[in-house]
Each structure stands twice: as C-alpha cells, then as structure tokens.
C-alpha cells in the first residue's frame, strides 16, 4: 500500500450510534494505514429540523431536547481550545453515551470534559446559542459536500486526482479491526477514486454493537 499520507475528514453528532461506530473504525484505521482523522461536528437537530412532521414523535422529542447539548458543548469546545481536542472529546463523550449506555446526560458530558483535560465550565453551553452559528456552518460545510438526503457520520476522502470525495457512513457494526479495518478503508478509497460512483446499500439487520 502506499505510505503516502492522507487525510480523512469525519462528521459526527455525538449522539449517533452509527458515526460512532464508523469513527471507531477510523480509529483502527489510523493504526494500519497512513492516516489522519480531522474532526468535525454536524447535528441531527439541525438535519431535522425541517422535517420533524416526517419522523416519529419518540424521536422528534429527542431532537428538540437532548440533541443539541452535545454537539453545543463540542462545538464551544473547539471553539475556545481548538479542533484538535474535538476527536478526544468525541471518544470521551461516546464511550460514556453508548458503550457505557449513559445517554447525553449532564454527568455523562462533565465526565467526559474531565477525561478529555477540558474545563468543567464548558457543560454551559449545552445549553446556549452561543455557538449555534459556528455549529450550523460546520454542518453546513459536511452536509454540502454529500448532498440533503443522508445523516451523520459523513467522511471526505481523497477522490479522483485529488479532488475530494464524501459519502455517508461507511455503516458497519461492529467496527472492524486491525487489517480488517484497514482493507474496508481501501476498498473507501477504492470507490472513491471511481468517477461517477454513488452509492452500494443494503438493508441493516442488526443494530450497533459497542464493544
């Protein structure tokens, strides 16, 4: 394989149970391959928030309510420590939210912003706008580069001649390891690197598994 290094830039809400399967797998990637992971965040409330008519009630009560604390806290976050505490935050954060089955709770993220050296001070935002203009331009900025009709997580890599590529998932479950993890990453620059290649889709028929 080439040694050449690439970069990956990866968008998540941490509180999908997908993205942070696919980004568990960026991780081991990161172990096998030449790579370099940049963290972005994107918001499932904000991806919603002209269709909450087309989801269900259950659902559509956790965007308006405990969707947006996490991503705010992040995104203050970067905001005033920069984009490179954004991948320890997430692995902090997710661990506590899925494999620990926490969810977004106030504890969850002060424990998360202790493990992840941050201050304590940034839980307030979770509960502020103050970033909501940073937020929304970062998952502007990942969104546009796959199109309206997908989610979170969405990954840009290099493409034909450079030019960058994005796709929705990979969606895996459980997160592959080691030349596992790797060949799947090839196999996404495979694809990538093929003019005019959209889409290979199949039914999921089991949920994530956190291990």
């Keep these: 394989m080439s040694e050449t290094r690439t ?21 081991e990637v990161q172990k096998v391959r030449p790579v370099d992971v ?4 994107m918001s499932l409330a904000v991806l919603n928030e002209n269709k909450l008519d087309e989801v269900p009630e259950e659902y559509r009560e956790m965007l308006a309510t405990t969707a947006w604390g996490p991503v ?4 203050a976050a970067e905001q005033l420590h920069g984009p490179e505490v954004l991948g320890r935050l997430y692995t902090a954060m997710g661990t506590r939210i899925h494999n620990q089955g926490l969810g977004p709770t106030r504890e969850a993220m002060a424990d998360a912003l202790a493990e992840a050296g941050l201050p304590a001070e940034l839980l307030e935002y979770a509960d502020r706008d103050t970033y909501d203009t940073e937020l929304r331009a970062s998952h502007k900025e990942g969104i546009n580069k796959v199109g309206q009709d997908v989610g979170t997580p969405v990954i840009a890599v290099p493409g034909p001649e450079g030019a960058e590529v994005a796709f929705f998932g990979p969606v ?5 390891k080691g030349e596992a993890a790797g060949r799947l990453w090839d196999g996404t620059l495979l694809v ?18 956190f291990d």
Aim: aromatic share 18%; net charge positive.
């Design 7 to 27: 970069t990956a830039d990866f968008w998540f809400d941490p509180l999908c149970p997908w993205a942070w399967m696919t980004s568990r797998w960026m991780l």
């Design 172 to 176: 895996v479950t459980p997160a592959p």
């Design 72 to 75: 705010r806290v992040a995104v």
């Design 38 to 41: 940049r963290w972005h965040v």
């Design 192 to 209: 990538a690197a093929t003019p005019g290649f959209y889409e290979i889709k199949r039914t999921r028929t089991e949920g994530p598994i």
